[in-house]
């Protein structure tokens, strides 16, 4: 994993499956491309040995994998924020990346729902753990 501002993502943004994302018995049930909520500045340069990579953004590619057989998997952006959660994330940071008001009402413009992604965590819990 490595700092790279250029390829930060604060906000929504659109992902698209990989074919083994289309085919993972999770990321199966999502449309091609769906919208998630992203936070970070962070990227990871190169997946762990083993993984297979389920999707990717325009300006990260490696937003989801797992390990093929094991209930393990990993993700850049973040299920458990929905498009109000977002919202008030960016507040919350506002002062610390030192953001002007109007730059904190355009984020908040450009903010979309992301049920898909907000329903990953209930599909993995209902798969993996409850049975």
Known sequence: MELDESRAEIGSFELALTDDGARDPLFA??????????????????????????????????????????PLYAVQFHPELDEEAMKYRVDYYAEEYQMTPEKVA????????????????????????SG
């Open 29 to 70: 049930s999502l449309p091609n491309r769906f919208d998630v909520q992203e936070g970070h500045k962070d990227q990871f340069v190169e997946l762990p040995p083993g993984s297979v990579l389920l999707a990717s953004s325009t300006k990260q590619p490696h937003q989801a994998w797992t390990f093929p057989g094991e």
């Open 106 to 129: 355009t984020m908040h413009a450009a903010l979309r729902p992301s049920p898909h992604a907000s329903g990953l965590i209930k599909a993995f819990l209902r798969q993996f753990v």
